[in-house]
């Protein structure tokens, strides 16, 4: 029992007194920054709109989902759901 305390300590003490580092500090030029010209690269403004507007210009709605084409099938339908119920109230005030 007395080993295993004696080891504890020591290992509190070296760990302890001994600092850790998390990050390793960059060789070199202390107080210079560090610059990657890669990296820092801008793109020309003309490729940046001429990309933003290729983008604007796709379609981004599928063939089925479109937004002007859609209200118009819903109108298709509506006025096919009124037919059939207008047919319906017709057949049955002939059968009555």
């Known amino acids: 029992m007395g080993f295993l305390w004696t080891?504890?300590?020591?290992?509190?003490?070296?760990?302890?007194?001994?600092?850790?580092q998390a990050f390793p500090k960059p060789e070199g030029s202390q107080g210079k920054p560090v610059h990657n010209r890669e990296l820092s690269a801008e793109r020309p403004?003309?490729?940046?709109?001429?990309?933003?507007?290729?983008?604007?210009?796709k379609n981004i709605y599928?063939?089925?989902n479109k937004p002007g084409e859609s209200n118009y099938s819903?109108?298709?339908?509506?006025n096919l759901l009124k037919a059939i119920t207008?047919?319906?109230k017709i057949e049955k005030e002939s059968n009555l």
Do not use: C, M, R, Y
């Open 86 to 88: 207008e047919k319906e």
């Open 62 to 64: 599928s063939p089925e």
């Open 74 to 78: 819903f109108v298709d339908n509506l």
């Open 7 to 20: 080891g504890t300590w020591i290992l509190v003490l070296v760990v302890h007194s001994s600092p850790v």
């Open 45 to 57: 403004l003309n490729e940046q709109i001429a990309e933003a507007e290729a983008d604007k210009s």
